[in-house]
């Protein structure tokens, strides 16, 4: 990047969110090793595994779900809300993670827990729910704090991986993590602002989606999650609207959303996520649709994962596509003349909440 840009982008980047971003495969690697111990139960005989958290926080467990799905017996729920199911009782541990430890949903499902006797770990920074796991005896991790919970996604995921794995869910190697550190690291060189912005796919990537709303379609398999978190990192750094779907699926529906005015369509940007490892026929189906909506869309393109094919360069494969929409989104926000570290509008609702508690 010239020295004018960076400097332009360092005066908009008040907060430096690229330096999170670029230090999320160092947190890959630091929470690997921090974690190492941490087996919070013992999962014999259980047929499910519950983890909760909301928006940052919950980003982890979408993708620990694609990582594991296909080699584990035992199935991952997601709660994103302030109950259980009504399946959760004495043999269904369940994870709570709350990045600052105060997110009221995850401090009433973790009650929710407790009282149901379900086997319970956390992962926070601090908060209360730090101090109700302490309190309670309950095994929890802390992990750094003072981040965004959105850029501390290397903290937050890494340790369900190792949590998976010591439990015997599903094994992870140290050479899978070492693989995918080194490889998201060198593609955050590539993707950083010192390096050559002509060559920067994420920046250019960002100023092709200069007043568009990207729609992120992926297939439903690796990188379901991944497409799941560019729209959140477009919503919170970019301060824009993007939405994100999975194929088969989409194909079903939403595909005939694309009939819609020329006017409403020119405003919409396509992004495909595909990955080696997608169903041959999930692959077939996203060229056939590309070729069909790229000349109705505003823009479109097609990205691939990077790295080793099947299961050992499943995670390098994942963090390859993750840190490209990632750094997009903060190059996105730059474009638009906004910091993208501050969520003014989650704060205040957050706030407002609290504030009617009391
Ligand atoms: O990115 C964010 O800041 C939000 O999506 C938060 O992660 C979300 O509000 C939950 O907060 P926490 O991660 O602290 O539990």
Known sequence: MNREYAARHYHIDESRMIDNVMRIPDQVGEAWRFAQDFKPFDTSGISSLIICGMGGSAVGALLLRDIVRSETNIAIHLVRGYTLPAFAGENTPVICISYSGNTEEVLSVFRDARSRRCP???????????????????????VQGGLPPRAAIGYLFTPLLRIVSNCGICSVSDKEIETAVRKTRELAAKYCPDGDPADNTALNLAKRLYGKIPLIYSGDGLLAGVAYRWKCQFNENSKTIAYANVFPELGHNEIMGWECTGRFRDDLFLIMLRDSENHPRLLHRMNVTYEMLEPLAGGAVMIDSKGAGGRSGRLARLFSVLILGDFASVYLAVEYGKDPTPIDKIEM??????SEDR
């Open 349 to 354: 609702i957050k706030k407002k909440l609290r």
């Open 120 to 142: 319970v770990a956390s992962i926070t920074s601090g908060g209360a729910l730090r101090e109700e796991s302490k309190r309670a005896g309950i095994p929890y991790l802390e």
